[in-house]
């Protein structure tokens, strides 16, 4: 908004109005806004300086609607990340909460991702609800980033949510038909060297984007945990674990926990490969979930965080008390 009314003498005013009527209005460049003012490019660029510093010019920023940009803003500061969208969910039961969040990160996928991307994803209902919200995606390859466990619900199942990317439009596709977790490190060693998934997890060095969900490590919050035996997570339990992204195990402070012998034994990116990822982003919520998100954003995983407002908030007062510890 300009505003010439404000700021300068007369003369000084009116050549400033000019100029940024032409620089913010009509998106002219510096060098020809100097040619039809018949002043120096430099001139130009003190005047658009001058203007801003002096009111002449006001520039707002209007957030999405349902993002409070405030909170997402204070909650990247406090968890030293690149940046969060924090969305204010309204009330309904989980599914409805689900989309909403879905919703934000399909909008956050679909204005950042572009034909060259490398895209990789995990699992989970939050994820599902993205991508069922996704537009037509341009042509970047999709990976799958972990193996599928039986029991999961098959909306829900790595290998669908990559299927479901690659009919919106996608390029190529990087499925990985091998489970999760398998009985020893040895036998994973064999499936890793399968002509068709070694393909895949040859690609995990060229990604360039990951949508990863968070799991609780807690009964009824982890897949991965009910896919392991009682006395492997027992096991996990005491060395902390508190919780898991794309199978990686994380304790409070975001360090990995190695139990069980689980890292050798599943067959999904490894927290060194995930770590390489230069674009990481959770989609994650829930009060119960709390304590394993900010144990993901402690760990240097993870960049982005797409959350609700409820979670932001617990996530803050948290770490303003220092953060809960097992």
Sequence with gaps: MIDPRKGAPRADRAI????ARRYFLDGATKSEIAAELGVSRFRVARLLEGARRRGIVRIQIDPAPGVDAVISGELAAAFGIRSAIVVQAVAGPPDFARAQLGA??????AETVEASDVIGISWGRTLRAMVEQLPRLPGCTVVQLVGSVPSMDLDMNALELVRRMTI???GMVHPLHVPLI???ARTAGRLREDPHAAQTFATFPRITRAIVGVGAWTAGESTLRA??????????DRAGAVADVCSILLDADGREVRGAGLPGRCLAIRSDELRRVPDVMAVADGAAKAP???AALRSGLVHRLVTTEE?????????RAGGPRP
Excluded at 104 to 109: E, G, K, R
Excluded at 227 to 236: G, K, L, N, S, T
Excluded at 311 to 319: C, K, Q, S
């Design 227 to 236: 896919a392991v035996a009682a006395a492997d997570a027992d096991e996990i």
């Design 311 to 319: 979670t932001a908030r617990l996530l803050l007062d948290d770490d």
């Design 16 to 19: 400033t109005v000019m100029a």
């Design 182 to 184: 398998v009985d020893t």
């Design 292 to 294: 394993a998100i900010r």
């Design 168 to 170: 919106l439009g996608a």
């Design 104 to 109: 934000a990160a399909a909008d956050l996928v």
